[in-house]
């Protein structure tokens, strides 16, 4: 990390496929939004069943970005 200001944001991800997915697709489409993302902490996993078996996974992430001077 450089030196400046940070702003945290929260955001969650879906996937059926994986947990990797989940995040990216997070990241991604906040991208499209904010800018100069910088970095993620996984913050929660989770997901949900269907027929015994991992429908979606879910995963909360905590996202920073420099805050523009």
Excluded: C, H
Excluded at 17 to 38: F, G, H, M
Excluded at 39 to 66: H, S, Y
Aim: hydrophobic residues 45%; aromatic residues 8%; charged residues 30%.
């Amino acid at each position: 990390m450089t030196e400046g200001v940070y702003k945290i944001i929260e955001l969650a991800g879906s996937s059926p496929d994986s947990i990797e997915e989940a995040v990216n697709k997070a990241v991604r489409q906040a991208s499209d939004t904010v800018r100069k993302l910088s970095w993620f902490t996984i913050k929660e996993i989770r997901g949900t069943l269907a027929q015994d078996a991992v429908a979606e996974w879910q995963a909360i992430i905590r996202v920073g970005f420099k805050v523009e001077e």
